[in-house]
T-cell receptor, first 113, second 109 residues
Framework: GNSVTQMEGPVTLSEEAFLTINCTYT??????LFWYVQYPGEGLQLLLK?????DKGSNKGFEATYRKETTSFHLEKGSVQVSDSAVYFC????????????FGQGTTLQVKP | SQTIHQWPATLVQPVGSPLSLECTVE??????LYWYRQAAGRGLQLLFY??????ISSEVPQNLSASRPQDRQFILSSKKLLLSDSGFYLC????????FGQGTRLTVV
């Protein structure tokens, strides 16, 4: 079945460091891919998405490229801020009319000043 | 614009007591609706989804049930809570992407 695997956290970085959070997926067909962010005590917010191979999603300085050949959707940011501290979830939509999302286990990012 | 409301934000319930969590969506019609659970330190698990009024699909066997009495209302229930039901419950709706409520922190004691 479809699945998503994220790198384990927590990831601890200093402010202005470069961020990469790895995400790989297993899916039949051509799923849409997403990154969601969860700030402490809150629900999830969509950070970015990509709907087909080679698409690059970007938002708030974050970006991720849909790589079909490596079945990956790694999240990157060139210079993190303390306010980026949160849990990041990679997800795929298995298509059809249900719109169900399959999530990775989440990666906690802590950015220190 | 579309908004999603989920309540209560936090809930502490004794083992064996009933549960009712409510979620409503505004600004859209006939949305797909979902209940997810996030256990401590773990990812999100899809519990139920609904593609229309009265249509409920369960993803995992469990102590919970869901209902959709109106187009934009989705309710998560239990007749008797277990300790293992503790977690963070998230309601969501989607068209091309999913939008989440603020979540309910349930602690069963």
């Amino acid at each position: 079945g479809n699945s998503v695997t994220q790198m384990e956290g927590p990831v601890t970085l200093s402010e202005e460091a470069f961020l990469t959070i790895n995400c790989t997926y297993t899916a039949t067909g051509y799923p849409s891919l997403f990154w969601y962010v969860q700030y402490p005590g809150e629900g999830l917010q969509l950070l970015l998405k990509a709907t087909k191979a080679d698409d690059k999603g970007s938002n708030k300085g974050f970006e991720a490229t849909y790589r079909k050949e490596t079945t990956s959707f790694h999240l990157e940011k060139g210079s993190v801020q303390v306010s980026d501290s949160a849990v990041y979830f990679c997800a795929l939509s298995d298509g059809g009319n249900t719109g169900k999302l399959i999530f990775g286990q989440g990666t906690t990012l802590q950015v220190k000043p | 614009s579309q908004t999603i409301h989920q309540w209560p934000a936090t809930l502490v319930q004794p083992v064996g007591s009933p549960l009712s969590l409510e979620c409503t969506v505004e600004g859209t019609s006939n949305p797909n609706l979902y209940w997810y659970r996030q256990a401590a330190g773990r990812g999100l698990q899809l519990l139920f989804y609904s593609v229309g009024i009265g249509q409920i699909s369960s993803e995992v066997p469990q102590n919970l049930s869901a209902s959709r009495p109106q187009d934009r209302q989705f309710i998560l229930s239990s007749k008797k809570l277990l300790l293992s039901d503790s977690g963070f419950y998230l309601c969501a709706w989607s068209n091309t992407e999913a939008f989440f409520g603020q979540g309910t922190r349930l602690t069963v004691v």
